[in-house]
């Protein structure tokens, strides 16, 4: 059914009107009448009337002060003005306001039916095209993921111009700011073997261990995720405190073991260039995650646990090699040969990085970033970022560090 109101300040019309035409034979319902316009106004936003029949001369607020303000605020509906032949000046402004049609005075019965006629057709393709696009969209939101994955895939692997990315991006929702953190997560079947065997697929485990990421992640707001076709697991998600956000891989990594006791390989990085730097840096952190899976057990299990505590300032070889029952010499030797750095250089060289995420935050002072990452001694800190960067730590805040 669709819903018509009429509005006149003479009843003797409001009447004539009713009893003109058998609504029901139109499918519509007659759901008010309105003698002025702020009455008509009222009616108007409480029944939502698909045609309004509407006199262009009424006391309090005329025809054309009433289109107005349905217009503005977006009530879609069929006007027909009502008006006499002297009134021809209103008519012109309410045709620039798009009304539907106009009906003279005295109003004619043939007339009436006609243009109600014509309106409800073409509500009807109003109705037609809203159905269409509700369905578009209803399809669209139940495939986005599908569709967003087949962009990113095409993205990261192709050569996909910069501009068809930024309106693939704004097409599937996905804004991307200058300022954000990804993670690709590996998990690692030679030291799972048995539990993949028993209980999970690829995809349910790639659905699990993202759940997990989008809850230890937080206010961070996550933006998109992906699934590459070598099981990589990649979250893109904006950040606003960078040292709060350089300890989430190891949250991340402990509630995995904790939960789907998983081992797994993660990596992150902080992006300042936005969509320019995803692709870079996505195809970078996977290289050093797969070089990293190739390591020997002893090397890998070795390396993670320097990631998880290396903010420890009693952190040493023999306290490693303790938690894996190793030789000190041997492990030192055995790191040595496999990543192409010692023990202290890879300990330095990871609590360095760790540091210039924190330096993001100008609030935190060089001696706070030192005890953060392990640091008693600020001169030592110093010491050490110089030769790993080429700059002291001030330098680098002051801006000669960032290329």
Known sequence: MFKLMIADDEARIR???????????????????????????????????????????????????????????????????????????????????KIFDYILKPVNKESLKDAIARAIEELKKVRDRRNYLDWVNKQFDNNINTLRHSFVNSWLSGNMPFEAVVNELKFLRINIDNNVGILIIKVLDRFNTEVVSKKWDNRLLSFAIINICYEVLGDFEPIFNYVDNEDNIMIVFNIDNPYEWINIGTSIEEKILKHLKFNILLEQRRISNGIVGIKQAYKSIVNVINEKAMLKPVVLLAIKYIEGNYFSNDLSLEVVAEQFNANPSYLSRIIKQETGSSFIDYLTNLRIKKAIFIMDDPTIK??????????????????????????????????????
């Open 15 to 97: 009447r004539g009107i009713r009893k003109a035409v058998a609504w029901e034979q139109f499918e519509i319902e007659v759901v008010g009448e309105a003698e002025d316009g702020e009455m008509a106004l009222s009616l108007a936003q409480k029944t939502c009337p698909d045609i309004i029949l509407l006199d262009i001369c009424m006391p309090f607020l005329n025809g054309l002060e009433l289109i107005t303000k349905l217009k503005a605020s977006d009530k879609e509906c069929m006007i027909i003005i009502i008006t006499g032949h002297d009134e021809f000046e209103y008519m012109q402004q309410a045709i620039k306001l």
């Open 366 to 403: 060089i001696y706070q970033v030192a005890e953060m990452v392990g640091y008693s001694n600020q001169h030592y800190f110093c010491k050490a970022f110089k030769k790993v960067m080429g700059i002291s730590p001030t330098e680098y805040r002051g801006g000669s560090g960032i290329g």
